[in-house]
């Protein structure tokens, strides 16, 4: 690392390098300081600077700061299981996900609000990657993120929490502005920074927790947003007042009451266009008001957002606590009107008054988990209404083998409903 003669450390060009971990289910990639990326912008070089650095230099909080260290930037690609519950991290299950995910949004200023966006980047705490083999390379964190809006204003979030057992890192230069001591013996480091990535600036503030009990707990507030003035959202304190909430800690009893998380939503390979926030306001009211016949749901119906793939979706937990059962509902747009008879697959289809065509399927078939090649039987069955708009709504219900999935009636009242037509 160059040095200039006034002790200013030159920042300089860092080229990004990626490792790559073999997936065992879906991939998710982020960068190891930080910003998402869905919002990072893409160049030939893929260069990333930082301020110059000084040293030595006086940081409030530290007794003793170490020199800048040198080294390049790693971007990480991770496989990770569909599940919550990740056997190398007892600490965490999707219970404790929810309660975090709630905790969490409580901690937020009264103003700010989380974007329409998919439960994955609407500030919900997602399952651990990977196992434990590379957990002192890589950490071993569940993350909530989310662009947050503060009036015309937007920007984003991420925080991550972690359990270690690992003592308070020491203060470097360049890595942190402030370490605040609070009366619990926990530590807060702090910065108010920016970076470059591919010659575009990105101004970023954090805050990093180190808590008694072993929790450190990490949250990062960037001016990265699209369609509004971008903004960095929360002020440093703010984010302090985030990570020392209390329902961040690896060791809090989770609530009486919280719920598992609800089932993930995927969809088909077929990319649809996105729905905006007021049609979907409109058809949530519709379907909380669809009689559930004494169905029990761990949640209300009337919560649909984006899906990965484009249109909307909710999945909800149906039958006693427990019970391995969901109730999924998707909607897109820009389908084409099927044909009406439809025999493949077990697949039966029919047209109702208003020309659009009602398929319906029932099926059994097998799946394994991360851990086991033996397959679990499961049993579904599935209604889907393609309207003349192009519009379709799927309403699946899936069980154990040995279950009886959702009744038809219910699963084509929920689907025929012309209030859930997009147009």
């Not at 991550?160 to 605040?180: K, T, Y």
């Not at 669809?290 to 649909?304: K, Q």
């Amino acid at each position: 690392m160059g040095k200039d003669p006034d002790g200013t450390v030159s920042h300089r060009k860092v080229v990004l390098t990626c490792v790559v971990v073999v997936a065992a289910a879906y991939g998710v990639a982020g960068l190891l300081f930080g910003p998402t990326p869905e919002s990072a912008p893409q160049a030939a070089d893929n260069s990333y600077v930082t301020p110059p650095v000084q040293f030595p230099v006086r940081i409030p909080g530290c007794d003793i700061v170490e020199p800048p260290r040198d080294g390049g930037l790693s971007g990480v690609v991770f496989g990770v299981q569909e599940g919550y519950d990740n056997p190398a991290y007892p600490w965490f299950s999707g219970r404790r996900a929810m309660a975090m995910t709630d905790a969490l949004r409580a901690a937020l200023p009264a103003d700010a609000e989380i974007a329409f966006a998919s439960p994955r980047a609407s500030l919900v705490f997602q399952p651990i990657l990977g196992d434990d083999s590379r957990r002192d390379e890589f950490g071993s964190e569940t993350d909530a993120r989310a662009t947050v809006l503060r009036g015309d204003r937007a920007g984003a979030l991420r925080v991550a929490v972690r359990q270690s057992a690992r003592p308070v890192p020491p203060c470097v230069a360049g890595a942190l502005d402030e370490r605040r001591a609070l009366a619990d013996g926990t530590v807060v480091d702090v910065q108010d920074t920016w970076y470059e990535m591919n010659r575009v600036r990105t101004l970023s503030r954090t805050a990093t927790a180190y808590l008694p009990d072993g929790t450190v707990a990490s949250a990062n507030a960037t001016d990265e947003a699209a369609g509004r003035a971008a903004a960095v959202p929360l002020t440093v304190d703010e984010l302090v007042t985030i990570v020392t909430t209390p329902g961040l800690r690896v060791t809090v009893p989770i609530p009486p009451g919280t719920p598992d998380p609800p089932g993930r939503c995927i969809t088909g390979p077929d990319r649809s266009p996105e729905i905006d926030e007021a049609r979907a306001r409109r058809m949530n009211a519709v379907l909380a008001a669809i009689p559930l016949d004494g169905l029990r749901v761990d949640r209300p119906l009337g919560a649909l957002l984006p899906a990965d793939w484009g249109g909307l979706c909710q999945v909800v937990r149906t039958g006693e606590p427990g019970e391995d059962a969901l109730l999924s509902i998707q909607i897109t747009t820009g389908q084409s009107l099927p044909q009406q008879d439809s025999p493949d697959d077990g697949m039966t289809s029919r047209r109702l008054a208003d020309g659009a065509v009602l398929a319906s399927r029932e099926s059994r078939y097998g799946v394994s988990g991360p851990a086991s090649s033996a397959l679990t039987m499961r049993g579904s069955r599935t209604v889907t209404v393609t309207r003349p708009s192009g519009t379709q709504i799927e309403v699946t219900s899936t069980v154990a083998a040995a279950d009886e999935p959702v009744s038809w009636a219910l699963l084509e009242s929920i689907a025929a409903n012309p209030g859930l037509d997009v147009s």
